[in-house]
């Protein structure tokens, strides 16, 4: 079962609108969620993680468990955001499950 | 100091050849993953070790597939007889700790079965 649902393929935005991208996942009692990003011909990275609470290249994400989401937010995109973003989450603290991944295209 | 990588990156394989996948982690790195990532989805887990102790296996696809670290550092994932199905990218992730928190990856290892 899908436990990481990322519902958008592909989110196309122009350079200094906000951006979204969003993930569901599966119902556990203390989630532990990150986001990982993929730049072109670069290897996937971790960008953030809910638990630090940081915000990295100024995107933030913020847990909701009422909704089990934890989407990706950034107030203002720049060229350089375009990449492929995945939502992943980690089950008995060695499992992790990647959602499909957004590709986010940030144009001029 | 280097990070993760992966060799070969590209390999292709006619269906029912045996293939094998190196990764060489980050040194000192105790956790070491291995995905295979579809055309088009993310990362799908096959495999963890801590150090050389392979604890969980539940993802991968067949008896075909099998992963060793033997000596707690390289690790080798080989499949055998390949099949169509087997087409992917398969990456390997390590991680200093044994939660795994933060994992890097290298840059993969595009296998295409003919």
């Known amino acids: 079962a899908q436990r990481v649902t990322q519902p958008e393929k592909l989110l196309s935005v122009f350079k200094g609108a906000p951006v979204e991208l969003k993930c569901n996942y599966s119902y556990s009692g203390s989630p532990e969620l990150f986001w990982y990003v993929q730049y072109s011909r670069q290897r996937l990275q971790l960008l953030l993680r809910?638990?630090s609470r940081e915000s990295i290249k100024g995107f933030t994400a913020d847990l909701n468990k009422g909704e089990t989401s934890f989407h990706l937010k950034k107030p203002f995109a720049q060229e350089e955001d375009s990449a492929m973003y995945y939502c992943a989450q980690l089950y008995n603290f060695n499992k992790f499950y990647f959602g499909s991944g957004t590709k986010l295209n940030v144009k001029p | 100091g280097a990070g993760v990588s992966q060799s070969p990156r590209y390999k292709v394989a006619k269906r029912g050849q045996d293939v094998a996948l190196r990764c060489d982690p980050i040194?000192?790195?105790?956790?070491l993953f291995w995905y295979q990532q579809a055309l088009g989805q993310g990362p799908e887990f096959l495999t963890y070790f801590q150090n050389e102790a392979q604890l969980d296996k539940s993802g991968l696809p067949s008896d075909r597939f099998f992963a060793e670290r033997p000596e707690g550092s390289v690790s080798t994932l080989k499949i055998q007889r390949t099949q169509q199905e087997d087409s992917a990218v398969y990456l390997c992730a390590s991680s200093l700790v044994v939660a795994g928190f933060e994992q890097y990856f290298g840059p993969g290892t595009r296998l295409t079965v003919t």
């Open positions: 809910h638990i």
């Open positions: 040194s000192g790195h105790v956790s």
